[in-house]
């Protein structure tokens, strides 16, 4: 059983940065064997690919939409990831899930994840 918590959210002007975290925990897991991913689900839309990180952390990909202005960084001693946002724009406003899966690549589908956290809300004023 995996478990994972995301924590970092909140209310922001536009232009301005907030930085996410998500922990990892469970009997066995170890984040060296996992990749690592970030969703995000607007009210009324499909929870869609924000940025993904491989095993190792040394392979990101990023959606197009946040291409150069968000980060994602994976710490394995800690079990913990990171997605740092700057130039935030009111339409990155959605609730933000972490994701762990054992794909390589890393993956990017919804699909390739079986284990998510709760979720962290981010709001980006105009």
């Known amino acids: 059983q995996v478990q994972l918590v995301e924590s970092g959210g909140g209310l922001v002007q536009a232009g301005g940065s907030l930085r996410l975290s998500c922990a990892a925990s469970?009997?066995?897991?170890?984040?060296?064997?996992?990749?690592r991913g970030w969703f995000r689900q607007a009210p009324g839309k499909e929870r869609e690919f924000v940025a993904a990180?491989?095993?190792?952390?040394?392979?990101?990909v990023y959606a197009d939409s946040v291409k150069g202005r968000f980060t994602m960084s994976k710490d394995n001693s800690a079990n913990t990831v990171y997605l740092q946002m700057d130039g935030l724009l009111p339409e990155d406003t959605a609730v933000y899930y972490c994701?762990?899966?054992?794909?390589?690549?890393?993956?990017?589908?919804?699909?390739?994840?079986?284990?998510w956290g709760q979720g962290t809300q981010v709001t980006v004023s105009s």
């Open positions: 990180i491989n095993y190792s952390g040394g392979r990101t």
């Open positions: 469970g009997r066995t897991f170890s984040d060296y064997a996992y990749a």
């Open positions: 994701a762990a899966g054992l794909g390589t690549g890393p993956p990017t589908s919804r699909a390739d994840y079986p284990y």
